[in-house]
Nanobody
Framework: QVQLAESGGGLVQPGGSLTLSCAASGFLFSSYAMRWYRQARGKERELLATITSAGDSTNYADSVKGRFTISRDNAKKTVYLQMNSLLPEDTAVYYC?????????WGQGTQVTVSS
């Protein structure tokens, strides 16, 4: 079955950096685009970044453009989110998502807290 497992979250000071990972299993990872979302407390889940199956094209939300970078390693079946210049408003639970055959699959999420 499809499994997505995020890791790498934690507490970081404003201006700091974190790299999130999402390890995938149970499907042909190299055939599917992948996405990162986040959900802050009391807010709707927000799409942050998308990467194509081959990793040759990416898209970002305006809120993270220029600060976050999505990448993938198809051999390791892992998608990453490099986050730089973090702001307190980046505090949220971060999720990766697979869309396949009309079904969305989510990981359990990883908490990122940006605070001094």
């Amino acid at each position: 079955q499809v499994q997505l497992a995020e890791s790498g979250g934690g507490l970081v000071q404003p201006g700091g950096s974190l790299t999130l990972s999402c390890a995938a299993s149970g499907f042909l990872f190299s055939s599917y685009a992948m996405r990162w979302y986040r959900q802050a407390r009391g807010k709707e889940r927000e799409l942050l970044a998308t990467i194509t199956s081959a990793g040759d094209s990416t898209n970002y939300a305006d809120s993270v453009k220029g600060r976050f970078t999505i990448s993938r390693d198809n051999a390791k079946k892992t998608v990453y989110l490099q986050m730089n210049s973090l702001l307190p408003e980046d505090t949220a639970v971060y999720y990766c998502k697979l869309s396949r055959w009309g079904t969305s699959y989510w990981g359990q999420g990883t908490q990122v807290t940006v605070s001094s």
